[in-house]
């Protein structure tokens, strides 16, 4: 085999990591116990979770809007002690400081809520303050091209290592425009000005087809405005508006991984006639397709001058997925008919709301919301709908996996069906759950070896061989550019000479050739 005389250098596309940090936030708020639920007597469980609605990147710090969900299990304030449920939010900002973070870079948010306290208020036993502790955290990357040096010449001693890295298949963004024409809700008065609109576009889905990612979305507007009428009273409400798009997206395919982020640009809503309100939104998507592979690279070149890069990248301990099979029973809830026949089930959110690593395993939690519409067993066979949430917990194994490291979970239905039983529903779904767990690489590689300037060398006409006595730094391969000779005709001339060993004052023999 014949020994590499040359180094072999790599361009790869990463996500270098500029700065992450993580931030401890106290959320205060209150919330009203709704109508017509009953006092609380006794708080018996809270699930809380937390939902980032707006992420803003400034020089050196990002801001965080973003909404605490809770969800209240109590025994009521009455003879009976009955059990009920209700759930309450409250909005809040954060920060983080991020040194070098500048608004045109990416940026990935995770909240995790760490405490919540709920305290009855002395004013009013309905009224609950809120005091919860959040960790913020937050990381920021850049695309960059990174040349790397993944094989040093044989007669180097060098040390090489694998990364596991996401490199990055491509780049694009593109606009969509999502309009709408609809009404207030009923119980509101008609719209005689607006004050204020607050709109915020989140990505449900996306997925890959050959060079192209399909985005399918939603877009959130907060509405404030003046009541047409005689009192001129405020009032707010909220309007959903779905969207699908694609990017294009060269080089994607199925198999890989993709990130869409989505911003509103600009948004304009009217009142008109009748519908009362039409709005007009323009949304960036700023689409990312990665591909995980593995990058032999150079890491030390012992007795050469040597180019180095820091690379700053994540660094993939593993991916794997389970499977949970849920069955529940819903009762149809009043004042629905009972089901004769179940129509269809279909998808309206998929979430996880709790992710967390332990030692080789992420340990999971989330729900699936469905909609079932179903024929009524009454004469008149009319067509209802119902919502239900199945909720699942489940955990996949990743080796090497510890606490502290970045987790992100896709859950995915793969099936789903629904059967009706006197005035139940029988749900049955599967879940796929895939997690992939990171952590960040700090790792000094080698970029390209230094051709360092010549020292005076003594005559070597071509065709002769002289002695050469070994110098600090000297390899074989630096001699061989030297003296316009191969690596191989060196050792051919020093029978038994270890190419990786050099000694200092060592002896040894060079053929001359042409140099040029």
């Not at 449920?85 to 995790?112: E, R």
């Not at 003046?226 to 009192?231: C, F, L, N, R, S």
């Amino acid at each position: 085999m014949v020994a590499a005389q040359t180094p072999v250098k790599e361009t790869i596309t990463v996500n270098q990591v500029v700065s992450e940090n993580s931030q401890q936030t106290v959320v205060r708020g209150t919330f009203m116990i709704p109508d017509p639920k009953p006092d609380v007597e006794q708080i018996i469980s809270t699930d809380k979770t937390a939902s980032v609605k707006k992420i803003r990147l400034l020089p050196d710090k990002v801001v965080v809007d973003g909404t605490l969900t809770l969800q209240i299990v109590y025994v009521a304030f009455e003879p009976a002690q009955s059990v009920h449920h209700m759930h309450a939010q409250v909005p809040f900002t954060a920060y983080v400081d991020l040194p070098g973070a500048l608004p045109n870079m990416d940026v990935k948010v995770d909240v995790a809520v760490e405490d919540v306290k709920l305290n009855s208020s002395s004013r009013d036993v309905r009224r609950y303050d809120v005091i919860a502790v959040l960790d913020v955290m937050a990381k920021v990357t850049e695309t960059q091209e990174v040349e790397v040096l993944t094989q040093a010449p044989d007669d180097m001693n060098a040390n090489y290592d694998v990364i596991h890295i996401d490199d990055v298949v491509g780049r694009q963004s593109g606009q969509v425009i999502v309009s709408d024409e609809f009404d207030e809700p009923d119980e509101k008065p008609e719209p005689a000005k607006i004050l204020d609109v607050d709109s915020t576009a989140t990505v449900k889905d996306a997925r890959i087809v050959a060079d192209k990612v399909i985005i399918d979305g939603e877009l959130t507007l907060q509405i404030m405005y003046v009541g047409a009428v005689p009192e001129q009273s405020v009032h707010d409400m909220h309007k959903t508006i779905k969207f699908t798009d694609f990017v294009e997206v060269p080089g994607a395919e199925p198999d890989m991984d993709v990130v869409v982020d989505a911003v509103v640009e600009d948004c304009d809503v009217e009142i008109k006639g009748d519908p009362f309100f039409s709005a007009s939104c323009v949304v960036r998507l700023d689409v990312r397709v990665t591909e995980p592979r593995d990058v032999r690279v150079v890491t030390e070149c012992a007795g050469a001058t040597v180019k180095t890069v820091e690379l700053n990248v994540e660094h993939v301990i593993g991916e794997d997925s389970s499977q949970v099979v849920v069955r529940e029973t819903f009762e149809t809830p009043e004042p629905k008919p009972c089901p004769e026949k179940v129509l269809n089930v279909s998808i309206e959110e998929v979430k996880i709301t709790e992710k967390r690593i332990i030692k080789d395993k992420v340990i999971t939690k989330g729900y699936v919301d469905v909609k079932i519409v179903y024929v009524s067993s009454e004469p008149d066979q009319a067509v209802h709908a119902m919502h239900q949430r199945l909720n699942f917990r489940t955990f996949v194994e990743i080796k090497g996996a510890v606490n502290g490291m970045d987790v992100d979970v896709k859950p995915m239905v793969e099936y789903i069906n629904a059967e009706a039983h006197d005035c139940d529903v029988n749900i049955e779904a599967v879940i796929k759950v895939r997690a992939r767990v990171t952590e960040t690489l700090r790792r000094s590689v080698c970029a390209e070896l230094v051709e360092e300037e010549e020292e005076p060398t003594e005559e070597c006409p071509v065709g002769q061989v002289i002695d050469y006595t070994i110098k600090s730094g000297d390899t074989l391969y630096n001699l061989a550019q030297r003296y316009g000779t191969t690596v191989n005709m060196i050792l051919a001339e020093n029978p038994g000479i270890n190419a990786n060993n050099l000694q200092v004052g060592q002896v040894i023999k060079i053929p001359c050739g042409a140099k040029g």
